[in-house]
């Protein structure tokens, strides 16, 4: 059973039903031919790929933000399987993680965490175990507020559900 957040907390669930009849309508497409893979995501999100090549995740990194909201960022990372390249954070907000339900991703069930600090919800972390292994590649994928705890909303159920269903909507290409 999910742990609940604190009391009065309003708390986010994913509805895998809801989330399987999502229309995705006037959403648009990001592809990535050199991986094999596209997802969906809302038209006044903008997704930027990691392109400094002092970064990291140069070229394993797409960044999904909200130019309304430049506190909250959905990051889909990603690797061939064979690649030794690290494409999980390296470090992780204050707060406790929650469990918060699951969802289907690329035809499996992948658990859900929140990174709760102050009651808010700051970071969503999808697959507890890190990297999500499907076919010939392999993923990581998180939600993240900017935020201080202490002085701002943290991630609004809005926000979470729309990055769900981004999350949701990944498919591999033929």
């Known amino acids: 059973m999910d742990t609940p957040g604190p009391v009065g907390t309003p708390v986010y669930e994913p ?28 038209p006044q999100w903008v997704a930027a790929e990691v392109t400094d090549p002092n970064d990291t995740m ?9 130019p309304a909201d430049p506190a909250v960022a959905l990051h889909i990372a990603f690797r061939a399987a064979d690649e030794a390249v690290r494409i999980t954070p390296s470090g992780m907000g204050s707060g406790e993680l929650v469990a918060r ?15 709760v ?23 990581w994928m998180g939600l993240s507020y ?7 909303p943290g991630l609004s159920a809005e ?3 729309m990055a769900d269903a981004v999350v949701t909507s990944v498919a591999l290409s033929p």
């Open 15 to 42: 509805d895998q039903a809801a989330l399987e009849r999502f229309a995705y309508e006037g959403w648009l497409t990001y592809v990535n031919s050199a991986y094999g893979f596209r997802l969906r995501y809302p």
């Open 58 to 66: 140069f070229q394993h990194r797409v960044t999904l933000t909200d």
């Open 101 to 115: 339900g699951s969802l289907v991703f690329l035809g499996e069930e992948i658990q859900r965490q929140a990174l």
């Open 117 to 139: 600090d102050q009651g808010k919800d700051m970071a969503v972390i999808y697959a507890a175990s890190g990297e999500i292994a499907r076919d010939d590649l392999v993923f």
């Open 146 to 152: 900017a935020g201080s705890p202490l002085t701002d």
């Open 159 to 161: 926000v979470e559900m």
